[in-house]
């Protein structure tokens, strides 16, 4: 297991590596400047080139690049282009909206699906299967944003039970609290886990059928276990394996897909952030937040593979 984790741990590394030299190489490439951005696009070409070499914009790229991957082991992410402020305090503030969004969503998307998928193969080819079936592949053809809308619509402007968006704090001081947060992020959620839920479903039905046909499964039945017991206790277990895997993945999607259903309910997430960011042409708060959304997906599907070698103690670490 300390090979296995080793293992692990020097792939991660490799990878981050990889992804900041991509990010930084993507983001170098794209047109626009920062120090015009910011100057206006009146500004005298002097004025530009001053800003230019105030931001440090005027150094070699792979100079930049060094001192971006320097500043990050020291835990500086450097200073907002156009707030003027550190880019981790801008990057932590927001993080406490997205992360508890995308594992709202995560906990909804799972309890749905695991649900729907153990409902689904228990009732092969019948009518309970055709339905949950049919709805989930009514909930992969829709849009989350499109879905988002609806749900405004529905519970803000009908019904009036949520608020159509913003966030009011994690804290009483501030006007908020737990539970109106939570509130407010409760439909956001809904809208990001009805996908996600819905391919899960379909991936966990099939996983749970081939169990079904395995030997073990006849053979608890046989010996008195109920039908119920063998699904949740035995079966579900074994299937498992394919099931977190996906859900490494749709973590991942989750928290890219924050980008289009925090606008959509003006949350103050990481994904408007970077929204706002590239329009302001703030390379420096594009670039760590979306390093650190690959540093995210990266220690998920690394918690994935630690997960496998729980549920299955036959996996070894030269299996994965």
Same mark, same amino acid.
């Given at each position: 297991?300390?090979?296995?984790?080793?293992?692990?741990?020097?792939?991660?590394?490799?990878?981050?590596?990889?992804?900041?030299?991509?990010?930084?190489?993507?983001?170098?490439?794209?047109?626009?400047?920062?120090?015009?951005?910011?100057? !206006?696009?009146?500004? *005298?070409?002097? &004025?530009?080139?001053?800003? +230019?070499?105030? /931001?440090?914009?005027? #150094?070699? $790229?792979?100079?930049?690049?060094?001192?971006?991957?320097?500043?990050?082991?020291?835990?500086?992410?450097?200073?907002?282009?156009?707030?003027?402020?550190?880019?981790?305090?801008?990057?932590?503030?927001?993080?406490?909206?997205?992360?508890?969004?995308?594992?709202?969503?995560?906990?909804?998307?799972?309890?749905?699906?695991?649900?729907?998928?153990?409902?689904?193969?228990?009732?092969?080819?019948?009518?309970?299967?055709?339905?949950?079936?049919?709805?989930?592949?009514?909930?992969?053809?829709?849009?989350?944003?499109?879905?988002?809308?609806?749900?405004?619509?529905?519970?803000?402007?009908?019904?009036?039970?949520?608020?159509?968006?913003?966030?009011?704090?994690?804290?009483?001081?501030?006007?908020? !609290?737990?539970?109106? *947060?939570?509130? &407010?992020?409760?439909?956001? +959620?809904?809208? /990001?886990?009805?996908? #996600?839920? $819905?391919?899960?479903?379909?991936?966990?039905?099939?996983?749970?059928?081939?169990?079904?046909?395995?030997?073990?499964?006849?053979?608890?039945?046989?010996?008195?276990?109920?039908?119920?017991?063998?699904?949740?206790?035995?079966?579900?277990?074994?299937?498992?394996?394919?099931?977190?895997?996906?859900?490494?993945?749709?973590?991942?999607?989750?928290?890219?897909?924050?980008?289009?259903?925090?606008?959509?309910?003006?949350?103050?997430?990481?994904?408007?952030?970077?929204?706002?960011?590239?329009?302001?042409?703030?390379?420096?708060?594009?670039?760590?937040?979306?390093?650190?959304?690959?540093?995210?997906?990266?220690?998920?599907?690394?918690?994935?593979?630690?997960?496998?070698?729980?549920?299955?103690?036959?996996?070894?670490?030269?299996?994965?």
């Amino acid at each position: 297991m300390s090979i296995f984790l080793l293992k692990r741990l020097l792939t991660l590394i490799a990878t981050l590596l990889g992804a900041s030299a991509v990010v930084f190489a993507v983001l170098e490439i794209l047109p626009g400047n920062a120090a015009q951005m910011l100057m !206006g696009p009146d500004a *005298a070409p002097e &004025a530009v080139q001053a800003m +230019a070499e105030q /931001l440090g914009l005027n #150094q070699p $790229a792979w100079t930049r690049y060094g001192q971006w991957l320097a500043g990050l082991l020291q835990g500086d992410m450097g200073t907002s282009y156009a707030y003027g402020s550190p880019v981790s305090g801008l990057v932590w503030e927001r993080l406490a909206v997205t992360v508890p969004l995308a594992v709202l969503a995560m906990a909804i998307t799972t309890a749905l699906a695991l649900a729907a998928g153990v409902f689904a193969a228990s009732r092969h080819r019948r009518w309970g299967d055709v339905g949950v079936m049919g709805l989930a592949q009514i909930g992969i053809a829709i849009p989350n944003f499109w879905f988002a809308i609806l749900l405004i619509l529905l519970f803000s402007v009908k019904l009036q039970w949520f608020s159509a968006g913003g966030f009011p704090g994690w804290s009483e001081a501030d006007g908020g !609290g737990f539970w109106p *947060a939570l509130q &407010a992020l409760l439909l956001p +959620a809904i809208a /990001l886990a009805v996908v #996600q839920a $819905a391919i899960l479903a379909r991936i966990t039905r099939s996983a749970v059928l081939d169990v079904l046909r395995e030997d073990f499964v006849r053979t608890a039945r046989a010996k008195g276990l109920s039908r119920g017991a063998a699904l949740w206790c035995h079966v579900l277990r074994n299937a498992m394996i394919p099931v977190l895997t996906v859900m490494g993945l749709q973590f991942a999607n989750l928290l890219a897909g924050t980008i289009v259903v925090e606008n959509v309910f003006y949350l103050p997430g990481l994904g408007r952030l970077i929204f706002q960011s590239i329009a302001n042409r703030d390379l420096i708060v594009v670039r760590n937040c979306v390093l650190l959304l690959a540093a995210m997906v990266v220690i998920v599907n690394f918690v994935v593979d630690l997960l496998y070698a729980a549920i299955d103690p036959r996996i070894q670490a030269s299996d994965i």
